[in-house]
Nanobody, 124 residues
Framework: QVQLVESGGGLVQPGGSLRLSCAASGFTLGFYAMGWFRQAPGKEREGVSCISSSDDVTDYLNSVKGRFTISRDNAKNTAYLQMNSLKPEDTAVYYC?????????????????WGQGTQVIVSS
């Protein structure tokens, strides 16, 4: 059974950090580009970051550059999103996606598999 499961979300104060994980099962994550998306209440889903499969090239949404870091551990079949200096506007449900087609900038291109999402709330 193919599955992506996100974890690591929660409530954090502005300026704090969270590390999201995306665990893959049923397929080999190393063959896929991995991306993170988010959707805030009342807003459209937006791409946050993408990491390529072949050479780990990364790209980021401008508003998270310098604060977020995407990475992958193919041996653990897991991707990560380290989020530092969090701001209230980062509040959203965060989703990971896997795409055999690769990255298109900071978004995966035509995601093949999607996780169910993990909630991140940045508030004092």
């Amino acid at each position: 059974q193919v599955q992506l499961v996100e974890s690591g979300g929660g409530l954090v104060q502005p300026g704090g950090s969270l590390r999201l994980s995306c665990a893959a099962s049923g397929f080999t994550l190393g063959f896929y580009a991995m991306g993170w998306f988010r959707q805030a209440p009342g807003k459209e889903r937006e791409g946050v970051s993408c990491i390529s499969s072949s050479d780990d090239v990364t790209d980021y949404l401008n508003s998270v550059k310098g604060r977020f870091t995407i990475s992958r551990d193919n041996a653990k079949n897991t991707a990560y999103l380290q989020m530092n200096s969090l701001k209230p506007e980062d509040t959203a449900v965060y989703y990971c996606a896997a795409a055999y087609g690769g990255c298109s900038g900071f978004e995966v291109e035509n995601g093949d598999y999607w996780g169910q999402g993990t909630q991140v709330i940045v508030s004092s």
